[in-house]
């Protein structure tokens, strides 16, 4: 595929916009898409391309070093339940959890990263075995 003027790299700033081409890595190596929609999720901003896969920012090619995460405790309680209802929700009407690119996967690894943030900054500690 050729560099076009709405290709990520050739942009002046980051984010890049709705309707550019973006790269990003993926298991079978790299792939491109065209970016429909930005969001935040609980934890990192995810990119929701035009045919609908969802590729978290960190695999997006060009992205900040180190990319940019919510810290657990500005996550409302009302975020954290809606994102609970919709992975509830999501299970109930069967999705593959195991495809990697499509919602049910980007927002269950939200879910866990904000779960695991959040007993970190709580300084959890596993009881000692005796």
Known sequence: MKPTANEVGTAAS???EEGQIIRFKSVGGLKTGTLKELRWGLVWRDFILEDGRVIPEHKILGCPEPPV???ADEVTQDE???W???LVSM???GLDPRDREQS???DLNQ???YTYLRFKQAGYKAPDAQ
């Open 80 to 82: 954290r339940e809606a």
């Open 104 to 106: 049910f996967w980007a």
């Open 111 to 113: 879910y866990l990263a």
């Open 84 to 86: 609970e209802r919709r």
């Open 91 to 93: 299970a109930e009407t």
């Open 14 to 16: 980051w984010p890049p």
């Open 69 to 71: 995460w919510r810290k």
